[in-house]
């Protein structure tokens, strides 16, 4: 066991306090530590236990906007994974049919101006509709009614964000 080696005047001082501690009357040494342990626990409810209970405090006014945030990302999950297990509809051999399906589906029928069936073919003319919601429904038209384009002209529009479109979509037999 090592033994730590303090300055001889460290431990003359340390000495000297002990024995004045020891001379002191018993109840003068009880009250004496009665207050040193209040003064700790003062320092330990100010500094520590009050900013505890302040952060506490604080969090749960924060959870229900949290808890909020963390079922709105849970449906999003689901909504996400639903898409990869999503059961393909019934296919239907009228390509009309199946082309307005999708459509209204997508709250896009009031943007179509025209719409062709040719057999398999389908002429559509959209109006003005977002970008994003374009690529969406090019997406579903492909993977829930097999609808390939064979020939698109997409047009800006001065509103942001906005398309003109005139697609043609082929599907096979």
Not at 13 to 36: D, F, K, N
Request: a positive charge; proline letters at 5%.
């Amino acid at each position: 066991m090592t033994r730590i080696n303090l300055p001889p005047s460290f431990t003359t001082r340390l000495l000297e306090w002990r024995q004045h501690w020891q001379q002191r009357p018993r109840l003068e040494r009880w009250i004496i530590l009665v207050l040193a342990v209040l003064v700790a626990l003062t320092i330990f409810w100010l500094w520590i236990w009050q900013p505890a209970n302040r952060h506490l405090d604080q969090l749960n006014a924060q959870l229900p906007q949290a808890r909020a945030q963390l079922d709105a990302a849970r449906e999003q999950w689901r909504e996400g994974a639903g898409l990869t297990r999503q059961e393909q509809e019934v296919y239907t051999t009228d390509a009309r049919a199946a082309f307005t399906n999708i459509v209204e589906r997508f709250s896009a029928a009031s943007a179509m101006t025209a719409l062709e069936t040719r057999g398999q073919q389908v002429d559509c003319t959209i109006s003005a509709l977002p970008f994003v919601q374009l690529v969406s429904l090019l997406d579903a038209l492909q993977k829930d009614a097999r609808f390939y384009v064979i020939g698109a002209t997409i047009t800006p529009l001065k509103q942001g964000g906005m398309v003109r479109a005139e697609i043609v979509f082929a599907r096979p037999d």
